[in-house]
């Protein structure tokens, strides 16, 4: 077998003792265990200097009384095959690499959805409670409640009822901004008087544009009817 292995190396170009013995080895096991028999070697150079990975099988001839006759030799190169497995190794990392890397991701933005969450509920109820009492106690001052008012007072303390409702309408957007990305905006329209929302505006604006010495008047045409709108969403336009 040894002898074997050595003229079938050397007929193949290879001379180092490792193919050689390698080889005499696989065919000895064939002559014990009289079956077939694989050895992978590699790399290993050619006589011309080229590393090549190749795959050697020697397969048995037995005679009629169960003797190996003859053995048959296949050598395979099979480097491109092992420079493929490579190549899928190093693809699997990399996609693992990735995947690791969309996981940290996806943490991150559940973590900073949870904060914006919270941040908004905090907000909500910070601003919530003092537009409340500032609405109710208005509201209580206009009906009268804690004595009478001059007509201009009761249109100052309507002026603030009214911003503080605009105010409280825009903390409910806020907070409805949570849950904006994953539905649709649900618009409420009804019938409104285009004229009368912008008068209003216009009221609500006013005290701010007379501290800057700018005057504020809102011209409605006659023209315009009623439409159907969501008077928040118009308000805000």
């Known amino acids: 077998a040894a002898l074997v292995g050595r003229f079938g190396a050397a007929a193949l170009g290879f001379g180092d003792d490792h193919v050689v013995d390698a080889l005499a080895a696989s065919f000895a096991r064939v002559l014990d265990r009289r079956a077939d028999d694989v050895v992978r070697l590699g790399p290993r150079a050619y006589a011309g200097g080229d590393r090549r990975f190749l795959r050697a099988m020697n397969v048995p001839i037995l ?5 190996v006759r003859w053995i048959t030799h296949r050598l395979d190169d099979v480097t491109d095959m092992v420079a493929l497995t490579e190549e899928n190794r190093e693809n699997a990392e990399r996609q693992a690499e990735l995947y690791a890397r969309l996981v940290d991701q996806n943490r991150a933005l559940l973590a900073a959805e949870r904060l914006r969450s919270e941040f908004l509920a905090s907000m909500s109820h ?11 106690f208005s509201e209580l001052l206009a009906d009268g ?16 009822v009214a911003s503080g409702r605009s105010l409280l309408a825009l903390v409910d957007d806020l907070v409805d901004l949570a849950a904006a990305e ?7 329209p009804k019938e409104i008087a285009p004229g009368t929302v912008v008068q209003a505006v216009a009221e609500l604006l006013r005290p701010s544009a007379a501290t800057k010495r700018i005057a504020l008047d809102a011209v409605i045409d006659d ?9 928040t969403v118009f308000t805000k336009l």
């Open 145 to 160: 409640a804690v004595g009478p008012l001059s007509d201009e007072q009761r249109d100052f303390v309507g002026h603030v």
């Open 63 to 67: 005679g009629v009384a169960g003797e």
């Open 182 to 188: 994953s539905r649709p905006l649900e618009l409420r």
């Open 126 to 136: 910070e601003l919530r409670t003092p537009l409340n009492a500032v609405i109710g």
């Open 223 to 231: 023209r315009v009817g009623i439409v159907s709108a969501d008077e």
